[in-house]
T-cell receptor, first 118, second 111 residues
Framework: AQTVTQSQPEMSVQEAETVTLSCTYDTSESDYYLFWYKQPPSRQMILVIRQEAYKQQNATENRFSVNFQKAAKSFSLKISDSQLGDAAMYFCAYRTGHYGGATNKLIFGTGTLLAVQP | NAGVTQTPKFQVLKTGQSMTLQCAQDMNHNSMYWYRQDPGMGLRLIYYSASEGTTDKGEVPNGYNVSRLNKREFSLRLESAAPSQTSVYFC??????????FGPGTRLTVL
């Protein structure tokens, strides 16, 4: 069974600085998708970034980028120029790439709470 | 487009009471999901529906039932609420192979 591990329960960063959130996963599959979701105090789950395992290039969305190391099964999120609005819980999630009912499920890590200091 | 909507947003129940959480999506997604979120445990899948007419158990299905009423709607029912079911409940939907879209959540307290 696949598992997702986020080893940093809490992180803190100064405004305008860069922070990296860690995520590792365990799978025997070669085709899968990885996601980072943000959950601010409003509780809404917001997709930050998506990475397809077959793509070697790391995904980037504005100030958010990932470092995807497939062999090491590592998927870290880098937030550049941190802003107060980035303060939230961040969840890493995994989904198999095989099509079909059960395989659309997301497996979540336990989350990292990010604080941004002014 | 409203995306994924959930009702109610908050609910307080007494032990043994029943209730149904409603979820609807307007994105024409085939798959829908119910999660619960507890402190320190991330989101755990309760039930899911890969397509209209099918439902399957997730990681923590005990004490819950679901109904996929049509392609848009997926409800979660607690037949006899217990304090251990105090949690925040999220509904989500997706279209393969893309990300899941989440509703705003329901905070449920069982006394």
């Amino acid at each position: 069974a696949q598992t997702v591990t986020q080893s940093q329960p809490e992180m803190s960063v100064q405004e305008a600085e860069t922070v990296t959130l860690s995520c590792t996963y365990d799978t025997s599959e070669s085709d899968y998708y990885l996601f980072w979701y943000k959950q601010p105090p409003s509780r809404q789950m917001i997709l930050v970034i998506r990475q397809e395992a077959y793509k070697q290039q790391n995904a980037t969305e504005n100030r958010f980028s990932v470092n995807f190391q497939k062999a090491a099964k590592s998927f870290s999120l880098k937030i550049s120029d941190s802003q107060l609005g980035d303060a939230a819980m961040y969840f890493c999630a995994y989904r198999t790439g095989h099509y079909g009912g059960a395989t659309n499920k997301l497996i979540f890590g336990t989350g990292t709470l990010l604080a941004v200091q002014p | 487009n409203a995306g994924v909507t959930q009702t109610p947003k908050f609910q307080v129940l007494k032990t043994g009471q029943s209730m149904t959480l409603q979820c609807a999506q307007d994105m024409n997604h085939n798959s829908m999901y119910w999660y619960r979120q507890d402190p320190g445990m991330g989101l755990r899948l309760i039930y899911y529906s890969a397509s209209e007419g099918t439902t399957d158990k997730g990681e923590v299905p005990n004490g819950y039932n679901v109904s996929r009423l049509n392609k848009r709607e997926f409800s979660l029912r607690l037949e006899s609420a217990a304090p251990s079911q105090t949690s925040v409940y999220f509904c989500a939907s997706s279209a393969y192979p893309y990300e899941q879209f989440f509703g705003p959540g329901t905070r449920l307290t069982v006394l």
